[in-house]
């Protein structure tokens, strides 16, 4: 596992990726700086990584941490999107879970659209 550290205005949180080839090449690039899209209780942002879908998964678990192939965005999910039902947390589409948070995920609530989010690694 790799660590990371995502920054956005108050919220700082450690997370870390797992061994897909989608988490090493994502982190292979850091960092990298975007401004956040909201969805429902999810965070999502383009990152410059092109990846199909790796193990893809439709329901997810708080705190994940995912690549949404379709729109090449890096997403982090922290409750109920527009889509869940009252037991899962549902993606817009399939995703590729890359890794989860290490902190409480109910902190992401604090970050709103069109914030600045920044991820690099930890040594």
Do not use: H
Request: glycine share 10%; with cysteine; net charge neutral.
């Amino acid at each position: 596992m790799k660590k990371i550290k995502i920054i956005s205005g108050e919220v700082q949180m450690e997370g870390e990726l797992n061994d897909t080839e989608t988490a090493i090449k994502i982190y292979n690039i850091l960092p990298i700086e975007a401004k956040v899209k909201t969805w429902g209780e999810e965070i999502y942002f383009p990152i410059p990584v092109d990846m199909g879908l790796e193990k893809g998964v439709e329901v997810v678990n708080l705190g994940s941490l995912g690549y949404w192939p379709e729109g090449k965005c890096f997403c982090i999910f922290f409750g109920k999107t527009p889509i869940s039902t009252d037991k899962e947390i549902r993606p817009a589409s399939a995703v590729t879970i890359i890794g989860r948070l290490l902190g409480d995920p109910k902190e992401w609530k604090k970050v709103k659209d069109g914030e600045k989010i920044r991820i690099e690694k930890v040594n």
